[in-house]
């Protein structure tokens, strides 16, 4: 089975949009609180190699997308998790199934301020010790 | 002149420091040991400790974390210690200037000696840097 | 009880240029654990591409790494033409024929320079200086080509900056003709030394398994049989119009990827002068004016492996958002494991088989909590690491070691 119908079949309504920018680029939506197993499934058992994330600032909120590859084909699936309402912005750590993720969840935690629960080591990665608490750089600066 | 300044130009032993730099100047610094330019039959040499060095060469465009450290290790230069701007990052910040992880310019954290501006300088220039220096320490 | 000593390297040897910083754990001469610590090189280039507009931000990007500079502009200006439907679309052939010949030649002096300094770590310091002299030429090469041995500015979204001209081929032709005995050289004296197959083999292992939990990539993965590259599995540049092959190796230590890198080189060699040959005539450039809304990925295979960018796009001439993912970000990061189990004598080189772009990934520092009281610098360590060489050469010579 092609891993594309593998990934639609086995994860099946935790899919909440599927979108197909060109023949190696799919972008998928899942929900909050689906992206551990999604991601677990993906990394083990589809055995996708893990590329990173990247954490957005959007206007209701913010979206993290996993950008994970399959290399035999080339085609990158970066699934889409929104993190709307109310701060301060939180998720599960994927990094329990997947050490390759632990430092960019780090990241994205100092630099958003997104809060990766269960995370092993959230700690700074980038940023001087000193850095002041509750300054994230990469969020756009309130006018 | 200082004496001990006037010293130094028989032999410069030169300590490298990088804070926040992405690295071709760091690599172009190193290229000058190469055979092409082998400035070691100048006397010129990389030291593995700042406490014997007469030169510092920083690179980088001062990164926050960096210059705590690059502080430390000036003041733990003997002096005298002439410092050398190496790239256009040392120098002026280059493009991050108005960077959130980018601290003040160089010269403001410390004394420059020589600025050697080029992104990066080729091994030339930096060459040419250090002669410069030699000459203005021996009056020329 | 165990006698629990730190020992840090860096953050400032003067032979590993970036600033890094590692701590390792040792008990003995084992070490038992490190601590990473990065962020000495961190000028935050993300943040900065949002105030940058899209012409500017290929600019930005080369200075993540003086080494693969090539790289991220590349990776950053696929991410671009991704969202207008991908290089083939955009880009004049002459232009994809032109960024293949720079990334390859930046592969070429990218693993020298890594050849010269793996060298100087375990002691070789003639195999430093001549994998820098040959280093030399193909810096010319850049020079001619792009103005600049270094930072070349040669990438813009839909094409390339400048030309290569006629009389510019057998110049870059003849180059390569005598990086080819050198290379061959590096190959030989590399694999059939049995003091640096002892010092080498068996050394700083990193599993498939853990290769494959670290997600690494590049030479990195490939010595650890992951048979993975950019370059083919979602093509780039004329790559899949070349023949070139893949070098992959099982064994997951530092020779293994040792040898990758000797015969990427060679690969190398092969995929520019194809690319000469084939070089079709045309522009060099599409004159994109304008980037839609929308999100693209880009990603080409570095010296050290996969460099990932994303872009979002909002149709104004300013990228919402850049995600730059350097390839060392994921190397640097198997180090925790590579490191452990082995003796402080391989711990240099082990960290440095990863090739680490530090600038690109941020300077890996390993840390923890003080216990030992004993202090060592990068400098000590390099001299033990050397120091075991002389040992091994010994043992070699009086027979104790079997390397036929």
Known sequence: MDIRDKIKEKLGSKITGWHEHSSRRVYLNVSRQDIFGVAEFLFKQAALRFSTASATQIPSGFEIVYHFSHDASGTMYSVRVLLEGAEPPAVDSITPVCSAAEWIEREMWEMMGVNFKNHPNLKRLLLAEDWPDGNYPLRKKED | MDFRLKALTKSIWVFHVSAGSCNNCDI????????????????????????????????????????????????????????????????????????????????????????????????????????????????? | MSHKVIIPIGPYHPLQEEPEFFQLYVEGEKVV??????????????????????????FLVERICGICSSSHPYAYVLAVEDILGGEAAVVPERAVYIRTVVDELQRIHSHLLWLGLAGHFIGYNTVWMWAWKYREPVLDLFEMVTGNRNNYAMLKVGGVRRDIKDEDIPVIKKTLDE????????????????????????????????????????????????????????????????????????????????????????????????????????????????????????????????????????????????????????????????????????????????????????????????????VMNGWDLIKLSQEKTARLKEEVNNGRIDRG
């Not at chain 2, 690179?59 to 926050?64: L, P």
């Open chain 3, 179 to 374: 990086l080819v005995p050198a290379v061959k050289m590096f190959e030989g004296a590399v694999i059939d030394d049995p003091v640096i197959r002892a010092r080498l083999e068996g050394v700083g292992i990193l599993t498939r398994e853990q290769a494959i939990d670290y997600s690494v990539v590049g030479p990195t993965a490939r010595a650890s049989g992951l048979d993975m590259d950019v370059r083919r599995d979602d093509p780039y540049g004329a790559y899949s119009r070349l023949d070139w092959n893949i070098i992959v190796e099982k064994t997951g230590d530092i020779f293994a990827k040792t040898v990758i890198r000797i015969r990427e080189m060679q690969e190398s060699i092969r995929i520019i002068r194809q690319c000469l040959d084939k070089l079709p005539p045309g522009a060099i450039d599409a004159d994109v004016k304008d980037i839609p809304p929308g999100e693209g990925i880009g990603r080409v295979e570095a010296p050290r492996g996969e460099c990932f960018h994303y872009i979002k796009s909002d149709g104004t001439n300013r990228p919402v958002r850049h995600k730059i993912r350097a390839p060392s970000y994921m190397n640097v990061a198997s180090n925790k494991v590579a490191v452990i189990g082995g003796t402080i004598s391989d711990a240099t080189i082990t960290l440095a088989a990863v090739d680490p772009c530090y600038c690109c990934t941020e300077r890996v520092a390993v840390m923890r909590r003080d216990t030992g009281a004993k």
């Open chain 3, 33 to 58: 654990d490190i601590d990473i610590i990065i962020g000495y090189n961190h000028r935050g280039i993300e943040k900065l591409s949002e105030s940058k507009h899209f012409d500017q931000v290929a």
């Open chain 2, 28 to 140: 172009e610094i190193l290229d000058c040991l190469t055979p092409r330019f082998d400035v070691e039959r100048f006397g010129i040499q990389l030291v593995g400790s700042v406490r014997h060095a007469d030169a510092l060469l920083v690179t980088g465009a001062m990164n926050k974390k960096s210059i705590p450290r690059l502080k430390k290790i000036y003041e733990q230069a003997p002096k005298p210690c002439v410092v050398v701007a190496c790239g256009i990052c040392a120098v002026s910040q280059n493009m991050f200037r108005y960077s959130y992880n980018v601290g003040e310019p160089l010269d403001k954290i410390i004394p420059v000696d020589v600025y050697i501006p080029g992104c990066p300088p080729k091994p030339e220039a930096i060459i040419a840097g250090i002669v410069k220096l030699v000459k203005k320490i021996r009056g020329k």
